[in-house]
């Protein structure tokens, strides 16, 4: 089974989409796939499904999603593979795939792909990656996680709380991620190759720090100092009306350190010194 929720849902058996177009049992496939190889209560589906107000009868209602669900699985195990045809692989029944089990059931992977499980993957890497100061291989492997996205996870999902709160979950990792490959990018000079996509995400997020703060450093690095500074000015403005805050300390001090630049490098441009621009240092919280 080959499992994708960074964008459309997708599931797929024999290399068969086994999911439905119906928007409930959709979520219910939906939630099953993401904890794949796991059992989902049934209270949690019930949940997800009709939120706090189930009706009486959730229960058999949820039951005919499951038989909905198996029906397309079975279909797509009728369909033959090399294996099978080969007669060296026993056959599995939609029941094998999807389990009942004591209070719930699970969707069985049974060893397929997940883009959940290897985004996390190639983020751990790439974390570890940044922690060794390998720049290079950082940038390269958190770019693979980012390129499993093709959209909002769950973003063809009718989703309920229990979906939401996962994609929420994932949207931040995605952006942890991002602001970990643009910390590798800034590292390795590529401070003209990101100012276009910084550009669009301090526009996108307009109160997250460390992105406006890359942003600046890019900025000031590509020999556009003032607009750095407008930058600041403009993310402080933003953090005011909308949160009733200041910069944090971090943002102040990348501030004056490209104020300190300008004014030395003011008065006599020639025998220009290059003041030292910090690097956007740690994840800053996510507003």
């Keep these: 089974m080959d499992i994708d ?50 009706p009486r009868s959730a229960r058999t209602t949820l039951q005919t999603y499951v038989l909905q669900l198996r029906e397309l699985i079975a279909t797509a195990l009728a369909r033959p ?31 397929g792909t997940s883009d959940v499980r290897e985004f996390e993957r190639l983020a751990g890497l790439g974390y570890r990656a940044m922690d060794a100061g390998d720049f290079a291989g950082a940038s390269h492997t958190l770019a693979a996680a980012l390129d499993l996205w093709s959209g909002s996870a769950f973003a063809d999902v009718q989703t309920g709380d229990r979906l939401a709160l996962e994609a929420k ?42 992105l406006h703060a890359q942003f600046m450093i890019a900025l000031d690095r590509s020999g556009r100092r003032s607009e750095a500074l407008e930058a600041y000015l403009h993310l402080r403005a933003t953090l005011g009306r909308d949160l009733g805050l200041e910069p944090s300390a971090r943002l102040r001090r990348l501030q004056h350190s490209i104020l300190m630049a300008a004014s030395e490098s003011a008065p006599n441009p020639a025998p220009a010194r290059t003041a030292h621009v910090p690097h956007a240092g740690p994840l800053a919280p996510i507003h």
Excluded at 8 to 36: E, M
Excluded at 82 to 94: K, L, Y
Excluded at 175 to 184: F, G, M, S, T
């Design 5 to 54: 929720v960074l964008g459309a849902l997708d599931v797929r058996v024999n290399g068969v989409s086994v999911a439905p177009t119906a928007p409930k049992p959709r979520q219910v496939l939906a939630l099953l796939a993401f904890h794949a190889d796991r059992v989902v209560p049934v209270a949690s589906l019930i949940e997800e499904v009709w939120s706090s107000r189930p």
């Design 81 to 111: 593979t090399g294996q099978q045809a080969e007669g060296t692989a026993e056959r599995r029944t939609a029941k094998d795939v999807l389990l009942t089990l004591p209070g719930g059931y699970l969707l069985a992977s049974d060893g």
């Design 169 to 210: 979950r994932l949207e931040e990792s995605r952006l942890c991620v991002l602001d970990q490959r643009i910390e590798a990018d800034l590292r390795l000079g590529r401070h003209r190759e990101v100012l276009a996509e910084l550009t669009v995400l301090t526009s996108r997020y307009r109160t997250h720090e460390n």
